[in-house]
Every structure is written in C-alpha cells, then in structure tokens.
C-alpha cells in the first residue's frame, strides 16, 4: 500500500515563526502536491512538484516555498506565519501527471494553529 | 475559480437507503475522480471515469459522467453508518491547468 506520511497530525505555532510541514512518501511517485484546505472552500492547490528539484506553484502560493530535495520528501516552509494561515494542510503523491488519469493518495494531514 | 461543485452541500439519509451526490464542472475534462473524507482526516481515493466513459461501478459505488451536461454523480447503494463522510469530486480540464481542481464536497451523514 503505497503511504504518504506527514510530519505531524497538530501544530501550534506563533505568529512570524518559520514553519516547516514534511511530507513523506514510499512509493517512489513522481509527483507531490500540497493542499489547504478551509471549511466552505474544499482543498486549494498551494504548490507542486513533477520531479526532484522542481516546483511549481498552485493557486495559493503567497506565503509558501517548497523543498523537493529528494523524491520520496516535499516540505512545505511557511516563511513568516500568519494567523490566516491557520489551516488542515495535506499533502498528496501520485505515479504519473494528472493528466494521465491517475489517483492522488493523500498523507493524514496537518492541522495548523498559528497563534 | 473551482472546476467542480458538488451538490448538496450536505445529505442527510437513514441506514440502508441511496445517497445520491451531484458534481458539475465548467470546461470540457480529461477524466474526474471521487474522494472520501473521513472527518479531519486525508482524501481517499474512491473512482476515475475518464471523459470517453458513461458508467463506472466499484462494489456498491456507481457514477456517472454525462459530458454533454458537464456534470457526474456518484451513487452509493445500501449505505451504511460507516458512509458517513465529505465527498468531493476532481477533475482534470484539457488543455487546462496541469493540475487536479476538487470542488468544495458534499457532507454525508448516515443515521443507523
């Protein structure tokens, strides 16, 4: 069974912390995701990535970097935390492009509390 | 702006009986995808129907895609307590973004 791992489940964080959100996967995919997600607007594309090294950014992605060091690891930096970044944070894999029919497989998820 | 919107927002039904979620979509796809949302917890991955395809089924799971209208529900037959969860559809536009678009998702709650 293919797993997405994220590094914590709760997070409580102050205001112009540094915040770093791990994500993990162990089926080798080429591509990693990270989402928020926010009652009354479903999930919001923050930043991907189809390769090592390479990202792209998503739909929301002021107040975000990423890190794709290595394949299997896509870290999600919230370089100064604000309280409207207070969110479930979940990060996803898939094998190949969404556009070759693929289905993502979602880690847990990480809520935010930016204090 | 999202690609899907589930309809209802929420659907409340008794043990046993259908439940019956609505997701319409604004461009033309290359294939849409069903997820389940267990409450605080991440996406699972239900269903694909790819845009040349009508009718899928996967155990008491059904969806349809009707291209003409830009929309698809999904089906669940015999729904159990067990059921209860957000539901979201995504859809992957052509010659759109290179991206997965889930709508906001339908809350299901089955009373046993």
């Known amino acids: 069974d293919v797993k997405v791992t994220q590094s914590s489940r709760y997070l409580v964080k102050r205001t112009g912390e540094k915040v770093f959100l791990e994500c993990v996967q162990d089926?080798?995919?080429?591509?990693m995701f990270w989402y928020r997600q926010d009652p009354g607007l479903g999930l919001r594309l923050i930043y991907f990535?189809?390769?090592?090294?390479?990202?792209e950014k998503g739909d929301i992605p002021e107040g975000y970097s990423v890190s794709r060091e290595k394949k299997e690891r896509f870290s999600l930096i919230l370089e100064s935390a604000s309280t409207n970044q207070t969110s479930m944070y979940l990060c996803?894999?898939?094998?190949?492009?969404?556009?070759?029919?693929?289905?993502?497989?979602f880690g847990p998820g990480t809520r935010l509390t930016v204090l | 702006s999202q690609q899907g919107e589930e309809d209802p927002q929420a659907l409340s039904i008794q043990e046993g009986e259908n439940a019956t979620m609505n997701c319409s979509y604004k461009?033309?796809?290359?294939?849409l995808q069903w997820y389940r949302q267990n409450s605080g917890r991440g996406l699972v991955h239900l269903i694909l129907?790819?845009?040349?395809?009508r009718e899928k089924h996967s155990g008491r799971l059904r969806v349809t895609l009707d291209t003409s209208k830009k929309s698809s529900s999904l089906l669940i037959t015999a729904s159990r307590a067990a059921d209860t969860a957000s539901y979201f559809c995504?859809?992957?536009?052509?010659?759109?973004?290179?991206?997965?678009?889930f709508g906001k998702g339908t809350k299901l709650t089955v009373n046993p």
């Open positions: 996803a894999s898939t094998l190949r492009p969404p556009w070759q029919g693929y289905e993502q497989f």
């Open positions: 995504a859809s992957f536009s052509q010659g759109g973004s290179e991206k997965l678009v």
């Open positions: 089926m080798d995919h080429e591509n």
């Open positions: 461009t033309s796809i290359n294939n």
């Open positions: 129907i790819r845009s040349n395809e």
């Open positions: 990535s189809y390769d090592v090294k390479m990202k």
